[in-house]
């Protein structure tokens, strides 16, 4: 018993150690071929003496039963292992190199925000956010415009509930920092904003950079100053800017802000500003006897388009790649 043990180890360890197909056939061969171990084992029962053959003939062939059981096992698993790895090098060629990965860079708009938010910190403006889901009373009623308004008529886009929406500018960012700040100061902010248009020249969501500068002693000539430093600065120096009177219910006056282009000096409005509406100020608590501001407002794919000559607003959220990589 002891031998047949041993022997049925060693037959075991054999098997279970083939990599190969190939090789399990030569070790089966070793095993039950003409002259392997246990047709060896068999031709020795006939030499034996009868009240022995029994015994050893059934231990003979349990040891071949359990031998042709491994066999099968180890088959079935290599031949598993052979065609995974035939599959695999029919769809993959390890040798071909692995595709490049390229890598990312920042969106035009994103560019062009970080541009327009270094240009103002340069001239002293605090970066400040605000929350794109606003209340009715920050986004229209602050900014002196009452729900019968008719300037809010071009607002009223997407409400989540009666007193909540997706803000339409971001001059909402203005009352939210006055009522947290005392002046005087001097701010910019960008974000996304929300309206109801959609052509080739607007989109129902989109960039605005909006400033405020508030002290005792500013005025128009500030505000002229300060747009013409940044225009000169984001768009080229001989760019030049003039004043058109406009109206906006948060400020009072109210300008619409042109930039020549071209030796035909042709002018192409750009932005919105005025002085601070004296009860934008008394909503927040500001003496407008005391204190003057300034406030502008621009579109930041208006700036994209024009910097970089782009005649679609739509392909800035198409995320075309073929687009994003020529900025």
């Known amino acids: ?130 929350p794109e889901m606003e209340n009715v009373y920050y986004n229209f009623e602050a900014l002196n415009t009452p729900e019968w308004h008719p300037a809010r008529d071009l607002h009223d886009t997407f409400y989540i509930t009666d007193s909540i929406l997706l803000r339409t500018h971001t001059s909402p960012v203005q009352v939210r920092t006055m009522e947290r700040r005392k002046p005087p100061l001097r701010i910019v902010s960008a974000g996304r904003v929300y309206r ?11 960039f605005q950079i909006e400033g405020l500068a508030i002290d005792q002693k500013i005025s128009m000539a500030d505000l002229k100053g300060t747009l013409e430093n940044a225009i000169k600065s984001l768009l080229g120096e001989d760019k030049k800017i003039r004043f058109r009177p406009h109206y906006f219910p948060f400020t009072e006056p109210s300008v619409e802000v042109d930039v020549s282009f071209g030796g035909k000096k042709e002018w192409l409005e750009i932005l919105g500003a005025g002085m601070v509406h004296p ?49």
Request: with cysteine; proline share 4%.
């Open 279 to 327: 009860n934008v100020l008394r909503n927040v608590g500001i003496d407008p006897d005391k204190w003057q501001g300034f406030a502008f407002g621009m579109g930041i794919e208006r700036i994209a388009m024009l910097k970089y000559g782009i005649n679609d607003i739509r392909e800035f959220p198409r995320n075309s790649l073929k687009f994003l990589r020529l900025f």
């Open 1 to 130: 018993m002891e031998e047949f043990k041993t022997l049925f180890d060693q037959i075991k360890s054999k098997i279970e150690n083939a990599k190969s197909i190939d090789e399990l056939e030569k070790i089966r061969v070793e095993i039950m071929g003409r002259n392997g171990i246990i047709t060896s084992l068999m031709k020795k029962i006939p030499e034996m003496p009868i009240e022995e053959r029994s015994k050893f003939g059934k231990d003979v062939n349990d040891l071949k039963e359990k031998a042709n059981k491994f066999l099968s096992e180890r088959m079935i698993l290599l031949r598993e292992i052979e065609e995974r790895s035939k599959a695999f090098q029919k769809y993959i060629d390890l040798t071909i190199p692995g595709p490049l990965r390229e890598n990312g860079k920042i969106h035009v708009i994103n560019q062009v925000i970080n541009e327009c938010v270094s240009v103002f910190s340069k001239m002293g403006f605090d970066v400040v956010e605000g």
């Open 196 to 206: 109801n248009d959609y052509d080739a020249t607007h989109l129902p969501s989109f």
